[in-house]
């Protein structure tokens, strides 16, 4: 097979989806789908929900199609929708911006950080610091713009980093500070001590900031604080979020960036020659979800952390340790009382042993072989109650 060229073949392998033969291998995750069709067994590896979401949310998509709203919007995003994420950063954070130069809408989160990172990385030279375990698009994309990802890493059981370890990451050499909190895989939220350092790190450094902020909603027993309402923080951060988490509209794909104009100025040169634009008729949904009432988004979060105590007293059940997660969808357990020594062998097992798919942590990180990482397991709890209480007695076939 012929192997694909230059910035395609870094950063297919910077994800880790080249074989020694330079052909590309599926991801983990289309990997473990495709055994859960096969199987039967439930899906609890990837993060997507089962149920739909709100009913006015999905009405006001129907409708911006019965209306028309089906051609290229403006470049920028529907402007209804610009100012409901203004709305939405100053209801919930206090943040007051520009919707028509601070704002701008993408083809989910993920667009949006391949957008910043290609917008704001030169190439050689240039160092993206990370936490890890990580999202896995996070290397791609930093391999497609040519720079070198640089890990912190999060351990077992808080998932917190060392602050000296995340000094000594941060370099003259480092263009951006990548932040996922809400954290996936993890499901931490990180504490006030670890926000303050990264943002003086970013000022002492000459840093960006760029957060990952979709899971903002589904923070469990703290209020979500984003890095740009800390004093110093704005001016050289651009956040990233999107409806798909909070609205369980995934497949929708509608996300933003917001952050000062010049910064975001520079992700929509490079935006525009990605998607261009994107979602016409759910943008305006969308908005309409944003500004639903404080009891949907309380109620969501409280839905879903009774979903993460289901699923945790399920593993707990069936052997596993459990680090309870402050927030996410997603639930970390070691399996090592279980007799694993290597996750991916074990997630591969595990739909035949006990009808159920789940993640090896080692996917989300740079090094499959870390010994530290090795028998940790990721589930998703963002499945109907009665799918959680089926995977849970399955699960006890493992004890």
């Known amino acids: 097979m012929r192997q694909i060229p230059g910035a395609w073949h870094r950063a297919a392998s910077g994800a880790g989806l080249v074989g020694p033969d330079g052909s590309i291998r599926p991801t983990i995750f289309a990997e473990m789908s495709a055994l859960a069709a096969r199987t039967g067994a439930i899906n609890l590896g990837q993060g997507f929900p089962d149920e739909d979401g709100p009913a006015e949310v999905l009405e006001a998509a129907c409708a911006a199609i019965a209306d028309g709203g089906n051609q290229y919007p403006p470049?920028?995003?529907?402007?209804d929708l610009l100012l409901a994420v203004a709305e939405h950063q100053e209801r919930f954070y206090g943040l007051r911006l520009d919707p028509e130069r601070e704002a701008l809408v993408t083809a989910g989160a993920t667009e949006a950080l391949a957008a910043t990172l290609l917008a704001l990385l030169d190439g050689a030279g240039d160092e993206v610091v990370v936490f890890e375990p990580y999202y896995d698009a996070y290397a791609a994309?930093?391999?497609?713009?040519?720079?070198?990802?640089?890990?912190v890493p999060l351990r077992w059981p808080d998932f917190q980093p060392d602050l000296d370890e995340l000094r000594a990451a941060v370099s003259e050499r480092t263009r951006v500070i990548l932040v996922n909190d809400p954290h996936n895989p993890t499901g931490a939220v990180f504490t006030a001590e670890v926000r303050d350092e990264l943002v003086r790190l970013a000022e002492d450094r000459d840093a960006i900031l760029v957060t990952d902020e979709v899971y903002e909603h589904l923070v469990f027993d703290r209020p979500h604080v984003p890095l740009a309402t800390l004093p110093g923080a704005w001016e050289r951060t651009l956040t990233?979020?999107?409806?798909?988490?909070?609205?369980?509209?995934?497949?929708?794909?509608?996300?933003?960036?917001?952050?000062?104009?010049?910064?975001?100025?520079?992700?929509?040169?490079?935006k525009q020659f990605l998607t261009y634009v994107n979602g016409s008729p759910f943008q305006p949904a969308i908005a309409t979800g944003l500004r639903l009432g404080d009891e949907f988004f309380h109620g969501i979060a409280g839905t879903l952390r009774a979903k993460r105590d289901l699923l945790g007293e399920g593993l707990r059940a069936a052997g596993f340790a459990v680090s309870t997660p402050a927030g996410s969808y997603f639930t970390v357990a070691d399996a090592a009382a279980l007799g694993t020594t290597d996750a991916a062998a074990f997630c591969r097992d595990l739909p035949e042993r006990a009808g159920v798919v789940a993640i090896p942590l080692t996917a989300f990180t740079t090094d499959a072989r870390r010994s530290d990482y090795a028998t940790l397991v990721r589930f998703a709890a963002c499945k109907r109650v009665d799918v959680l209480e089926d995977a849970a007695s399955r699960l006890a076939a493992l004890a």
């Open 75 to 79: 470049g920028r995003g529907i402007p």
């Open 141 to 151: 994309i930093a391999a497609l713009a040519g720079a070198r990802l640089v890990t």
């Open 240 to 270: 990233i979020s999107s409806g798909g988490k909070t609205f369980s509209t995934t497949g929708w794909k509608i996300g933003w960036v917001t952050g000062p104009a010049p910064l975001v100025d520079a992700v929509l040169a490079v």
